[in-house]
Structures are given as structure tokens and as C-alpha cells.
Nanobody, 117 residues
Framework: QVQLVESGGGLVQPGGSLRLSCVASGSVSSINDMGWFRQAPGKQRELVAT???????NYADSVKGRFTISRDNAKGTVYLQMNSLKPEDTAVYYCNAKSGWSKRDNWGQGTQVTVSS
């Protein structure tokens, strides 16, 4: 079992920055890919960024050039640096970790990000 806890969300003005963190516990050694997803009110959950154990990254087109995902495998932690935030980035952000040979999905509880003046 893998447990994930996110932190770092909050209220920020357009153009501002936030850094999200997600700490894994439990069977950390079984984790392979990690990532961030988000869900805005009335919309489906969507991929923001993912990162492999070898730090290969993938980003949604809407965040390319503004967001950066990174991870610390020794600490079982994944980060999301968000710059040049826009109101349309407002959502609950969820940490995801795939574990084991079956790449089981594990989810955090989510952290709210609100971009507003």
C-alpha cells in the first residue's frame, strides 16, 4: 500500500507561483511513475504532468513552459513548480503514484489551488 499526502496549495494572484509537494509513505520502493492531475468544478480530472523513475517527464499542452515536475526517489516525493499561473489553472490538484508490477493507481486527497485577483 502507498499513501500520498499533498501540500502547498492556496490562493495566488494571476502571474504568481506555487510549489506543490507530495510525500509518499508505505511501500515507497514499489512506486514507479508519479504525477499530478487536476479537477476543476464541473470538469473531469485531467493529467497535468508525469515523471518516471528515471525522471523522464510529460506535460499537458496547457502547462508546458509554465509548470515543472520533479521527484526525489530517496524521499518518495514529487513536486510541481507552477509559474505564471492563470485563472484557468484553478482546480483541486491530486498526486498520483503507480506502484507494483500492475502499476496500481494510488491517489492523494488533493490540494486546492485558486488563481484569482
Amino acid at each position: 500500500q502507498v499513501q500520498l499526502v499533498e501540500s502547498g496549495g492556496g490562493l495566488v494572484q494571476p502571474g504568481g507561483s506555487l510549489r506543490l509537494s507530495c510525500v509518499a509513505s508505505g511501500s515507497v520502493s514499489s512506486i514507479n511513475d508519479m504525477g499530478w492531475f487536476r479537477q476543476a468544478p464541473g470538469k473531469q480530472r485531467e493529467l497535468v504532468a508525469t515523471i518516471t523513475v528515471g525522471s523522464r517527464t510529460n506535460y499537458a499542452d496547457s502547462v508546458k513552459g509554465r509548470f515543472t515536475i520533479s521527484r526525489d526517489n530517496a524521499k518518495g516525493t514529487v513536486y510541481l513548480q507552477m509559474n505564471s499561473l492563470k485563472p484557468e489553472d484553478t482546480a483541486v490538484y491530486y498526486c498520483n503514484a503507480k506502484s507494483g508490477w500492475s502499476k496500481r493507481d494510488n491517489w492523494g486527497q488533493g490540494t486546492q489551488v485558486t488563481v484569482s485577483s
